[in-house]
Each structure stands twice: as structure tokens, then as C-alpha cells.
């Protein structure tokens, strides 16, 4: 079930590659390998919550990512020259929402999700993303929706419900 959803999530990204953009394939593997380090990462954090409560690796885990994102201010030095005070008060307020709100208490609640329903059908029902995406596209943005984007989100779904389905079994005996 596992596969056949990260099947459906490759299909959705190289549908993206007849985005319009400067390297639409380096976009759609982006897509890709960010799905893939994600339940990764959940599966990961399991173990480590054996022996940390989730909110020590939540916050462990933003600590370091933005420590290790910091050197990233000196590749494009726009902001270093312009400065804090360039940045509007609303645009100051859009980054505090993302960094509170989209950031750390969505991860602590997909943290806590992963420690209550396990990380194979957490990471699985994290590839239900791309399906969002698209439909939302769709409804809101009037993108079209191809057929190969149609095939991925159908094996998406396939191999959510398979691994849900698999899971309840196994905890019914």
C-alpha cells in the first residue's frame, strides 16, 4: 500500500513537469524527494519518541533546522543589505503565522499523530498532500487536471486505504 501511494505521488510530481517555470523537473523531483525525507522523518521520529516526549523532538527538530538554514542568509545577501526594517509590519506578521502556526504546532500535531497511530499509516496519509494540491488547484486556480494526474491520485488513495486497511487488520488479530 505503502508503494503504490508513493507510486501515485511520483506520478502527480511528473505530471508537474509540464508546469510553467524555468526547471519544472527539478520542481516535480523536489516534490518527490520532500514526500520521500518526510516519512522518513516520521518514521524516524517514532524511535526517537520511545525515549523524548514529542514535544522535545518537535522542538529539537526546529532548533536544528533553523540553525542549519541560517547560513543560507549569506547565499543571497538582498535581506543582509536591505535589512529587518525593509520587511513590512503584515509581511513581519505573515512569517510569525508560518513559523507558529504552519510550522510548529502543525508538527507537533503530526508528531503526536505519528505517536498515536504509528508512523507507516501517518507517513502514508501525509501523501494525501498532493491530492490537496491538486484538487484545490483545480477549484481555485481553475488548473486543469490531466489524466496522469487522475492515475496518481487514484493509486494516492489505493494505497492509503490498502494500509489502513492492512493496519486495522493486524490490530484485529
Excluded: C, H
Excluded at 532548533?63 to 513581519?92: C, F
Excluded at 510569525?96 to 504546532?105: D, E
Aim: hydrophobic share 55%; aromatic share 8%; charged share 10%.
Amino acid at each position: 500500500g505503502a508503494l503504490l501511494s508513493f507510486a501515485g505521488v511520483g506520478l502527480v510530481s511528473v505530471a508537474g513537469f509540464r508546469s510553467v517555470g524555468e526547471q519544472p523537473l527539478v520542481g516535480g523531483v523536489l516534490v518527490f524527494l520532500g514526500v520521500a525525507s518526510w516519512a522518513l522523518y516520521s518514521i524516524g521520529s517514532r524511535t526517537v519518541m520511545e525515549r523524548l516526549s514529542a514535544l522535545t523532538v518537535n522542538w529539537t527538530t526546529l532548533l536544528v533546522a533553523t540553525l542549519l538554514q541560517v547560513p543560507l542568509l549569506w547565499v543571497d545577501r538582498k535581506m543582509m543589505e536591505a535589512g529587518p526594517a525593509s520587511v513590512s509590519s503584515a509581511d513581519w506578521l505573515a512569517l510569525g503565522y508560518l513559523v507558529v502556526f504552519a510550522t510548529a504546532v502543525a508538527q507537533q500535531a503530526w508528531l503526536f499523530g505519528v505517536k498515536g497511530i504509528g508512523p507507516s499509516r501517518a507517513s502514508v496519509l501525509g501523501n494525501l498532500t498532493p491530492v490537496a494540491a491538486v484538487g484545490l488547484s483545480a477549484l481555485i486556480l481553475n488548473e486543469a487536471v490531466g489524466p496522469v494526474e487522475l492515475i496518481g491520485i487514484g493509486l494516492i488513495l489505493a494505497g492509503v486505504w490498502l494500509v489502513n486497511r492492512q493496519t486495522a487488520k493486524l490490530a484485529a488479530g
